[in-house]
């Protein structure tokens, strides 16, 4: 059974830097396409990156530059570095893992619960 359990949110002030992680189980990280998302309040769910199993990755443009993707493999975890936090980059973060490449579209299978960004300016 495939399930993914993310941490490392918290509150930060604009600029800083937080790394969030998102540990898989039930299957290999590096045998699935894996991303990130997040949600703000009243707002829909929107892809923020995204890596393929061969390590290949892709960013929104609003992120670009910023947060950077990775896994490792031997710990069978997912990464999301932010840095240059922004008050608008305030949402709940989502990884997500499926076998079909969804890249930064939210049609992934497998969903973690989710973990609190909060930016504060």
């Known amino acids: 059974q495939v399930q993914l359990a993310e941490s490392g949110g918290g509150s930060v002030q604009a600029g800083g830097s937080l790394r969030l992680s998102c540990a898989a189980s039930?299957?290999?990280?590096?045998?699935?396409?894996m991303g990130w998302f997040r949600q703000a309040p009243g707002k829909k769910r929107e892809g923020v990156a995204a890596?393929?199993?061969?390590?290949?990755?892709g960013y929104a443009d609003s992120v670009k530059g910023r947060f950077a993707i990775s896994q490792d493999n031997a710990k069978n975890t997912l990464y999301l570095q932010m840095n240059s936090r922004k008050p608008e980059d305030t949402a709940m973060y989502y990884c997500?893992?499926?076998?079909?490449?969804?890249?930064?579209?939210?049609?992934?299978?497998?969903w973690g619960q989710g973990t609190q960004v909060t930016v504060s300016s």
């Open positions: 890596i393929d199993s061969d390590g290949r990755a």
């Open positions: 997500a893992a499926d076998r079909v490449n969804g890249w930064l579209l939210p049609k992934y299978n497998f």
């Open positions: 039930g299957y290999h990280v590096s045998n699935y396409y």
